[in-house]
């Protein structure tokens, strides 16, 4: 069976709103609506660098995760500083996100900015994109538990 006819300019629209969507809903912390931008199967890994690396399966064991991490906070923004996205297929794509989590502790009202990195695998499942897999690396972090731990070494280049 032929590939459907693809438009790429569609996907990557499609792809760049995917990942909007993420960070709406991880800012506003509206954790039940993963499930409408994870594939139930989505493998997440998460690498502080301070700590030990973890490797998640499905949005709930995400949830479990993030949501106690962030309930600290009485302000918390995620925010894209640079994304790009190259589309395989009709049906996968891979991408990129630099990002910032600007945040205060509630308890201290201490502020402070975590960057890091996301690498991810996206799925098109019935003309809508998902998230399939997710890498995530910490690059920097000011406040108390400052430190710089850089890009890492031999990231694809993507896009054109």
Same mark, same amino acid.
Request: hydrophobic letters at 40%; zero cysteines; a negative charge.
């Given at each position: 069976?032929?590939?459907?006819?693809? *438009?790429?300019?569609?996907? /990557?629209?499609? +792809?760049?709103?995917?990942?909007?969507? @993420?960070?709406?809903?991880?800012?506003?912390?509206?954790?039940?609506?993963?499930?409408?931008?994870?594939?139930?199967?989505?493998? /997440?890994?998460? *690498?502080?660098?301070?700590?030990?690396?973890? &490797?998640?399966?499905?949005?709930?064991? =995400?949830?479990? =995760?993030?949501?106690?991490? !962030?309930?600290?906070?009485?302000? =918390?923004?995620? /925010?894209?500083?640079? !994304?790009?996205? *190259?589309?395989?297929?009709?049906?996968?794509?891979?991408? $990129?996100?630099?990002?910032?989590?600007?945040? $205060?502790?509630?308890?201290?009202?201490?502020?402070?900015?975590? @960057?890091?990195?996301?690498?991810?695998? @996206?799925? &098109? /499942? %019935?003309? %809508?994109?998902?998230?399939?897999?997710?890498? @995530?690396?910490?690059?920097? $972090?000011?406040?108390?538990?400052?430190?710089? =731990?850089?890009?890492? %070494?031999? +990231?694809?280049? +993507?896009? $054109?």
């Amino acid at each position: 069976m032929a590939e459907p006819a693809r *438009d790429e300019t569609a996907d /990557v629209v499609s +792809l760049w709103r995917l990942q909007s969507q @993420y960070a709406d809903i991880v800012t506003r912390r509206a954790w039940h609506e993963l499930a409408t931008v994870f594939l139930p199967d989505v493998a /997440v890994e998460i *690498d502080t660098v301070t700590s030990t690396p973890r &490797k998640l399966s499905g949005a709930e064991e =995400f949830i479990a =995760f993030v949501a106690p991490a !962030t309930d600290r906070f009485d302000h =918390f923004e995620f /925010v894209i500083l640079n !994304t790009v996205v *190259d589309v395989d297929s009709h049906e996968s794509a891979r991408g $990129r996100i630099f990002m910032a989590e600007i945040r $205060r502790e509630a308890a201290t009202g201490e502020w402070s900015t975590a @960057y890091g990195l996301y690498q991810d695998g @996206y799925r &098109k /499942v %019935d003309d %809508d994109w998902w998230f399939a897999d997710r890498r @995530y690396r910490s690059l920097a $972090r000011t406040g108390p538990d400052s430190g710089v =731990f850089g890009i890492p %070494d031999g +990231l694809p280049r +993507l896009g $054109r």
